[in-house]
Structures are given as C-alpha cells and as structure tokens.
C-alpha cells in the first residue's frame, strides 16, 4: 500500500486536474454558444438556396454543366477539417479515421490529394506519403478568423482547380453538429455538383430573367461556397461541443477518482494511528511487567 505522503499528493494532483477540466469545460460552454449560434443561423439560408437551387435544376439537363460534369476519378481532393487542439474525446480521431477509410478503401485506384484545416489533422498526414495541398491553395489557420469571406476564397481556388481538370472529384470530411453532445462524420461531395430533385409537384409557371441557365450559372458558385462555410461552422461548434463533454466526463471521473483515493487515505490513516494505538499499549504492557 502506498505511503499516507503519495496518497495525499495524489489527492492534490486529481484536485488540481480536476480545476483544470472544470476551467475549460466551462470555456468551452461559452465558446460553444457562440458557434452554435452561428451554425444555427447559416442553415436556413444554406437550406433555401439549395431548395431554390433544386427547383431550378428540376426541369435543366445539367449534364454539360461544367460544375456537374462527371469525370473519371482518377485525380480525387479529399477536405478534411479537424480542429487545432485535442483534448476533445474522439473528435479528431473519427476524421482521421474517415480518410483513411476513403483513401484505403473507396479511392483507392486513384490520386488522393488531402487539402487539411486543422492542426491535428494537417500534424498527422505532413509525414504521410500523400500529398498536401494546403500551400497550393495558399491556406493559413482559417479557425483563426472564420468569416464567410475567407471560406468564400478557398472555395473560389477549389473551384478554379476543379474547372481545370485537376481534379476530377472534390469531398469534404468534417463532423456535423447534431447537439452538445453527438457529433456525426459526414462525407459530402462538394463537386462535381449532384443536380438536386425537387419536391414541388405544383404546376405553377415562372418567367425567369435572365434565363433558367444563367441563374443556376449564377447560384452554384454561391451555394458551393455556402456548403464548404457550413462544413467549417459545424465542424467548429462540433469541436467545443466534443471538448466541453470530454471535459465534464473528465471533472466527473476526477471527483470520483478524488473521492476513491480520500477513502483510502482515511483508511490508511486510520491504520496508521492504531497501530501506533497498539504500540504504546504494548510498550505500557512491557513496563509493567
């Protein structure tokens, strides 16, 4: 059994974790109310445009269509968002987990190139044989100032890259915020562009100007740059709101932890003073005889 001496110093090291998780439990509550705030308010902008975007392309053949022009896969840009710092559960891991299974297993006859947001993520693939493409497209820590204007510019070069023919197939990896504290990996196909079938069964005629194809020309760009912001704002609010429960578990396991080694210290204690109890009335017992 360990010295009373270890077990107290083990109580004040779980106390001082304890306040640590406790701290950044609480920071990232607040910072989570923020970015979901934000994801809450994209959405229904994001939901529209797409629904405005779906019943457009209804009646279209967008099968020249340069943003829907389906290619060979065989140059394929993976986007993996993670975030900057752990201590947030699974939540990194489940993204890392999620490329690799699209490299290994669904791309694997192609040329896989990774385009990372994220210093966890970027960390784990800069040694990889793969190739990342975050200098070509001129990317700094976009967490540090995530605005629709800087998501806006990465999409337009991703774009640019695509219309070139650099690549055939352009995916996004990212967890999707359900709720504080349920994450879900989602795999999106940010292009080519999947043309959306609408819901709308009414017969009700539209004039459109200018025509039907210049405001698809138009909307796609815009809800191409709407979706990847989207991905970010939700891989952000996913990110507190892994962090936040991972540190409450963390304060949780810590108070019961604390409590554990408190009742073996009693106990030890307690042992201690009465074999010291024993000893003095031994020694008494000695003298007397």
Known sequence: MASLKEIKNRITSVSSTMQITSAMKMVSAAKLKRAQDAITQLKPYSIKLQEILGNLTAS????????????????????AISSNRG?????????????????NATYTNSNVSLLCFGKKITDSFRRSPLRLDNELFGTSDIFADLTYNNAASITEEII???LAKKFDKVVVVYNSFINASVQEVKVEQLLPIVPSVSNDTSNNEYFFEPSKVEIVDQLIPKSLKTQFFKSLLDSHASEHGARMTAMHKATDNAKELKRSLTLTYNKARQAAITNEILEIVGGAEALNN
């Open 160 to 162: 640019e890259q695509f």
């Open 87 to 103: 201590l947030c559960g699974g939540f990194n891991n489940n993204i890392l987990k999620k490329v690799n299974e699209l490299i």
């Open 60 to 79: 279209l053949d967008l099968s020249e269509n340069a943003f829907s022009h389906v290619r060979d896969e065989n140059n394929v840009l993976v986007i």
